[in-house]
C-alpha cells in the first residue's frame, strides 16, 4: 500500500497504527468469508478501527463465483449475495425465475429451502459468463449433493488482485 498520511474518521485524529492480516468480511453478509493480506488501521487516539478492501467488484465477482461452483446447497445468505451480485431486487429476481416475492423472500429468511431447479438457474445465471464456462457442464452435481457442513472461503489479496485460495479448516 502506497505511503500516506492516515486520518481517522472518527475523530480526525492522525495517530493510526497500521498492519496487514486477516479479516472476516461479514460486511458481504456471508460469515465464512475471510479476506487474506488486509490493511487495518486501529486510531491510537480514539480506538476507531477501520479496514481497507481494494477491488471489491472483482472481490464480489470471484466470492459469487466460488460460491455458485461449490458443492453444498446454497444457504439464505448465499442466495441474497447471488442477488445482489447480479444487480435484482428481490422482486426482478422473482419475476426472472418465475416465483413471487414471498416466495425469495422465504429463501432468503430461511423459512424453506430453495428448490433444486431455482438452486440450479441462480448458480447457472452467475456463471453464465466468463472464465466458468466449463462450470456450467457441472451445475446438475452442483445442487444435488445435499446438505453439507460450509467450509470457509478465504480470499487473498496479493498485488492487488483477488484469488481463491480453497479452506477446509472450520
Known sequence: ???????????RGTRLKRKFGSHRYVES?????FLE????????????????IPAIARLHEL????????VPRLSANEIR?????????????AGKIGVSV???????NAREAMGV???????ALVLRSGPDRKALDRIEDLALKGASPRNRI???LENNAWRFERDTAG
Open 81 to 93: 449475495f447471488l442477488r445482489k451480485f447480479l444487480g435484482w431486487s428481490g422482486k426482478d429476481f
Open 1 to 11: 500500500m502506497e505511503n500516506r498520511a492516515l486520518i481517522c474518521r472518527s475523530c
Open 117 to 123: 431447479p431455482a438452486e440450479r438457474l441462480l448458480r
Open 63 to 70: 466470492l459469487a463465483r466460488t460460491i455458485a461452483r461449490s
Open 102 to 108: 414471498e416466495t425469495v423472500s422465504r429463501w432468503e
Open 29 to 33: 453478509g456471508l460469515s465464512n468469508v
Open 37 to 52: 493480506n488486509i490493511e487495518t488501521a486501529e486510531c491510537l487516539e480514539c480506538g476507531a478501527k477501520a479496514v481497507s
Open 154 to 156: 478465504r480470499l487473498e
